[in-house]
């Protein structure tokens, strides 16, 4: 998975929406209604695809190099954590 993949799967209408499923039972036994939209269920969809982009920076890119490093800070921007210590 890469960025023109995400691109050109957005633009060719590849991400879907889902039906909606039924959520955790409540205190009645009954299941909950999900309440996401589909313009949600699309957005999962796509941001699921932008974390498999940075994995496979780290996962096919030697640690270090160009692409590695920039899957590494991608990734972690993206999860909001911390950045590396100062030199």
């Known amino acids: 998975m ?3 993949t995400i691109t050109r799967n957005l633009i060719n209408g590849q991400y879907t ?4 499923q039924e959520g955790p039972e409540t ?3 009954t299941a909950a209604p999900t ?3 589909p313009l949600e269920s699309v957005l999962l969809q796509v941001l699921s695809d932008v974390e498999q982009v940075h ?4 996962l096919y890119n030697r640690k270090g190099s ?3 490093r920039a899957g590494e800070v991608h990734g972690r921007k993206w999860r909001g954590g911390p950045g590396p210590p100062p030199r």
């Open 2 to 4: 890469d960025y023109g």
């Open 17 to 20: 929406p889902q039906e909606a």
């Open 27 to 29: 205190a009645d036994g």
């Open 35 to 37: 309440t996401m939209s």
């Open 55 to 58: 994995h496979n920076c780290s």
């Open 66 to 68: 160009n692409y590695g």
